[in-house]
Structures are given as structure tokens and as C-alpha cells.
């Protein structure tokens, strides 16, 4: 697939899971991805920071051949390279990675996410290339515990001003996302709230529900 229908899928897509095997309760990664796969999740990224290019890469190949068979798209943290190794759909970039211009040069047939968590690194991540951009930390999150978190007011500051899909991340769970929901988030991302849980599979169920219902909260 070329950008345009990779980002269409995107589009298409509701709950957004991350998937680190240091946040699976001592499980396999790939049987993670096999439970959230069979709830319909689209979008998948696999984030392991601490794992070899060489380990990385033979598991994003396996990623890459369930999520495929699935008609999901895979996202890879950080590295380029094995995104492009391993026939990813996409690649997640910080702020502290390869920057957006130089990514988008070299792979402009994928999907390059951004983080970002403010206004103004999110209008220079779409200025750059990005293909969408993630707001966040919204909730206090284990993976960011130095970050204060945004809060889902700085959805209403910062989404209004893009022009290109935006994720939102950071300690959402079944309780808290009607909260980003209600806010016009599509794509949530959550992390452990699916690969935590002890029924994965429900979880993600859950959490595609409220999305699907449009959060069913009012915006104080």
C-alpha cells in the first residue's frame, strides 16, 4: 500500500493498541496480538525499547504476518529501519528520534506518527511530514512517569488547530476514555488497559465500544 491507502485504513480505525512486553503480565507479545487482533483492532504498534535490532526485527516479522492476515496496520516505536525491514505500515516517532522530514524522505509510503504534548510541537510535527500526531500524556501513565499529564482539556486547545488525524495517549482506561471520546478522539491508544488486562480480548472489546458509541459523556 502506498501512504494515502495506508492512512485511509487509519482513518477507518478506532482503538489504537500498543503492545511492550513489559507491560503484557509476563506473557508473550504475539499472544497479545492475537487477542486484540480477533476484536477487530486496526491499528497496532509494537514499542520494545529494550529488545536488540535483531530481536526486534524478527518479532516485528511476525507482527507484521498476523496483522496483515488481519487487515490491520502495524506500527513500529521509534526505529525506521526495521519499519521498513519488516514491511510495516508505519513508524512512531518522539521527539528525541529521527526527525519527521528525514523519516518522510526516506519512507513516503508510510504512516509517520508523532508525539508530541503541546500546541506548538504538534503544529511543527504536521509541518514536518507527520501523518498524524499523538497528544499526550492525557492521564498519569506509567511509561511517562516524569511527564505531567495534559489532561483531556489540552484535546480541546490542541486538535481544533490540526489538519491531520491525531491520537491521544497516557494512563486511558475503560473508566476514563469516554473522557477523550466525548472530545472527538477516534483513535485512542492505550496500552496496558488491553495487554494488562487478564482478558485482553474483553478489554480491547470494551474499550472499541465506547469509541463506537461516541463516549457517552457530556463535556463540562
Known amino acids: 500500500m502506498d501512504h494515502a491507502q495506508r492512512l485511509a485504513v487509519f482513518e477507518k480505525a478506532d482503538l489504537y493498541v500498543v503492545i511492550t512486553s513489559d507491560f503484557c503480565a509476563g506473557r508473550p507479545p504475539r ?13 497496532v504498534q509494537l514499542r520494545e525499547k529494550a529488545l536488540s535490532g535483531r530481536d526486534l526485527y524478527h518479532l516485528a516479522l511476525e507482527f507484521r504476518r498476523l496483522t496483515e492476515a488481519a487487515g490491520a496496520l502495524l506500527i513500529i516505536d521509534d526505529r ?19 526527525p519527521l522530514d528525514v523519516a518522510r524522505r526516506l519512507a513516503p509510503d508510510l504512516i509517520i506518527g508523532a508525539s508530541t504534548h503541546s500546541l506548538a510541537e504538534a503544529l511543527a510535527a504536521e509541518a514536518a511530514g507527520a501523518s498524524y500526531v499523538n497528544i499526550g500524556p492525557i492521564f498519569a501513565t506509567r511509561t511517562k512517569p516524569a511527564m505531567t499529564p495534559l489532561g483531556p ?56 465500544q465506547v469509541i463506537l458509541a461516541g463516549g457517552g459523556e457530556k463535556i463540562i
Not at 499472544?31 to 491499528?43: F, H, Q, S, Y
Not at 525506521?80 to 529521527?98: F, K, M, T, W, Y
Open 153 to 208: 482539556e489540552a484535546i480541546d486547545r490542541i486538535a481544533p488547530r490540526l489538519k491531520i488525524p491525531w491520537t491521544t495517549m497516557g494512563g486511558i482506561n475503560l473508566a476514563n476514555i469516554g473522557q477523550v471520546v466525548a472530545r472527538g478522539a477516534r483513535h485512542p491508544a492505550v496500552m496496558s488497559a488491553v495487554t494488562g488486562a487478564a482478558d485482553p480480548g474483553a478489554a480491547a472489546a470494551a474499550l472499541r
Open 80 to 98: 525506521l529501519d526495521i519499519a521498513l525491514a519488516s514491511g510495516a505500515d508505519g513508524v512512531h516517532l518522539g521527539q528525541e528520534d529521527l
Open 31 to 43: 499472544e497479545i496480538l492475537g487477542k486484540t487482533l480477533a476484536t477487530g483492532v486496526k491499528i
